[in-house]
């Protein structure tokens, strides 16, 4: 099993910045990406980035504002968030794709972390 805690949300004022982080725990090398997701009141949990080695993947909406990085030896993974829209109010949670042979593919999630942005 992975245990993910998010930190690092709060209230921000438009055209600023935050810094989410997300601690892994647990079954460590089962992971094969971690990633970032939000979920806004009304809508669906949606994808704002991903990283898997040294690739990255990032919603369009969140494209050359949003930084995803990972610190293996801390078991580390961070989302920088700058410019921010009142339209990335959301709570945001951490995210670990994993697969264990003989098990198979296993999808875990953090509690989040809320981030709202006032105009």
């Known amino acids: 099993q992975v245990q993910l805690v998010e930190s690092g949300g709060g209230l921000v004022q438009a055209g600023g910045s935050l810094r989410l982080s997300c601690a892994a725990s647990g079954s460590i090398l089962s992971i094969n990406a971690l990633g970032w997701y939000r979920q806004a009141p009304g809508k669906q949990r949606e994808l704002v980035a991903t990283i898997s080695g040294g690739s990255t993947n990032y919603a369009d909406s969140v494209k050359g504002r949003f930084t995803i990085s990972r610190d293996n030896s801390k078991n580390m993974v961070y989302l920088q968030m700058n410019s921010l829209k009142p339209e990335d109010t959301a709570d945001y949670y951490c995210?670990?794709?994993?697969?264990?042979?003989?098990?198979?593919?296993?999808?875990?999630w953090g509690q989040g972390t809320q981030v709202t942005v006032s105009s």
């Open positions: 995210n670990a794709d994993t697969y264990v042979s003989g098990r198979g593919r296993y999808v875990y």
